[in-house]
């Protein structure tokens, strides 16, 4: 079950739950829900960062008590080009396969990965996530 919700995702997250954002295979959370998930979880941007060889539909995950956060490997590269899509749809599908098998029967909090910055089609990015989060409870924030 997935339920579209506005608001601050960090505040509304009450553990036990698992907290996943997409991000590049760079190194780098220099802008949007990234870079804020970088400020709130800084030993989880560490370990992201002293990743190598980051691969697509890679997750790594950090323990924060009984939340889970993941960095999910959404897109290769990341840029400010409107006309180029950064997210990778295959991507986005088997690193949510992955977070929701670590879930387990926890709810998984995220932003609408892949929706803003990377220009992903919020239909097929929601198609996506409807097939993987089937049998889930998933909350995608939204900013519009």
């Given at each position: 079950m997935i339920e579209y919700r506005k608001g601050n995702l960090f505040l509304d997250c009450t553990p036990p739950a698992v907290l996943v954002h997409g991000c590049n295979a760079q190194g780098v959370m220099g802008s949007g829900f990234a870079k804020?998930?970088?400020e709130v979880f800084p030993e989880?941007?560490?370990?992201?960062?002293n990743q190598f060889n980051l691969q697509?539909?890679?997750?790594?995950?950090?323990?924060?008590?009984?939340l889970t956060v993941c960095s999910a490997i959404t897109q290769k590269?990341?840029?400010?080009?409107?006309?180029?899509?950064?997210?990778?749809?295959?991507a986005v599908q088997q690193s949510l396969l992955k977070v929701a098998t670590l879930a387990?029967?926890?709810?998984?909090?995220?932003?609408?990965?892949g929706g803003g910055l990377a220009n992903g089609d919020r239909t097929i990015l929601?198609?996506?996530?409807?097939?993987?989060?089937?049998n889930s409870t998933a909350y995608v924030y939204t900013l519009d």
């Open positions: 804020q998930f970088k989880a941007y560490h370990k992201y960062l697509l539909g890679q997750v790594i995950s950090m323990e924060y008590g009984d590269f990341y840029g400010r080009d409107k006309t180029i899509r950064y997210v990778d749809y295959w387990k029967d926890r709810p998984i909090y995220m932003p609408f990965i929601a198609t996506i996530c409807e097939e993987v989060f089937e």
